[in-house]
């Protein structure tokens, strides 16, 4: 379900249902660059479940991912809090791909960093489509060209 | 395994980063 207030897609918060699966911290950022090529991330994502820093299915509570041109941000389902705040000139990259479980689930693998871009984290959540995980793309895309053309 | 769509954002700010 997406639900996004405003019209135009400068002052768009959409909504979507995700669950979170878990975040990798304290990645060197050199290291990081290594994970440039999406393969790569998907590879170090696989491999981090493998070998347990990352688990294979996501906690069955849903929880609400905002986009918008401010960032990021997921909420628990009531919204009542906000579990996670990524500010959007600290989101470097987005992934999305197919969980590969035949499910047509997909997984959003979120690259942040810190102000001294010194560090980086992968922050991994499940969605339930390739569409939803489309749109999600969609407007994370749109509100970095949003703060691209309003931030000079 | 991944053979379907893979979709990459990427925050301009860190283009080649």
């Not at chain 1, 069955?60 to 990524?86: F, N, P, T, W």
Request: aromatic share 8%; glycine share 8%; with cysteine.
């Amino acid at each position: 379900s997406t639900k996004s207030s405003g019209n135009s897609a400068s002052d768009t918060c959409a909504e979507f249902r995700v669950k979170y699966v878990g975040v990798i911290e304290k990645l060197q950022f050199d290291m990081s660059r290594t994970l440039q090529e999406p393969l790569d991330l998907i590879n170090y994502i696989d491999a981090a479940q493998q070998d347990g820093r990352l688990p294979f299915v996501p906690g069955d509570e849903d929880m609400i991912l905002g986009v918008s041109k401010y960032g990021v941000k997921l909420a628990s389902a009531d919204q009542c809090d906000v579990l996670h705040r990524h500010p959007l000139y600290l989101v470097v990259r987005m992934l999305c791909y197919d969980d590969g479980l035949g499910s047509g689930k997909n997984l959003l693998a979120l690259k942040t960093t810190d102000t001294k871009q010194e560090e980086c984290s992968i922050w991994v959540y499940q969605c339930g489509s390739s569409e939803q995980a489309q749109s999600i793309c969609k407007v994370l895309s749109a509100s970095f060209d949003c703060a691209l053309t309003s931030g000079k | 395994i991944y053979k379907s769509a893979v979709t990459t954002v990427v925050n301009p700010k860190y283009e080649g980063k």
